[in-house]
């Protein structure tokens, strides 16, 4: 058990429990967000070790949560790794994610093989999923 903790920001119930359920299979102990108002108060709050954030939310989007948790320097949650989560397989939408600055990219459908293996990819540093 690793013991890192993973923040999953996800919308769709269906996708949420997915995700959460192979992160804590892997030993990750993993904090949900439902929106990006939650996700940004959990990132500061929880400090998590790596953030999944789906870009299509309700409120804010993932795109407006990343751009908050960023500018906001006072907090130790400007650092943390944020990875894109999206069902735009466009080159366009990668380009468009790294270009917010986030730390790297994985696609749905989510891969319930392959997600471990990103996840400590991104934990790592620099691994790109
Ligand atoms: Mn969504």
Redesign the pocket.
């Known amino acids: 058990m690793s013991g890192e903790r993973i923040l999953v920001v996800?919308?769709?119930a269906l996708?949420l429990k997915l995700v959460r359920d192979v992160l804590e299979y892997a030993g990750y102990d993993v904090v949900v967000a439902t929106c990006g108002e939650d996700a940004v108060r959990l990132a500061r709050d929880c400090s998590p070790d790596l953030v999944l954030m789906?870009?299509?939310?309700p409120g804010i989007d993932g795109h407006e949560a990343l751009r908050i948790l960023r500018t906001d320097r006072d907090s130790p949650a400007a650092a943390v790794p944020v990875v894109a989560v999206t069902a735009f397989a466009m080159e366009e939408d990668r380009a468009r994610a790294a270009a917010a600055g986030f730390d790297g990219y994985v696609e749905k459908p989510i891969s319930v093989r392959v997600l471990p293996e990103q996840v400590r990819g991104f934990l790592d540093g620099g691994s790109r999923g």
Not at 54 to 57: A, E, F, M, T, Y
């Open positions: 996800e919308d769709n996708n789906d870009l299509q939310l």
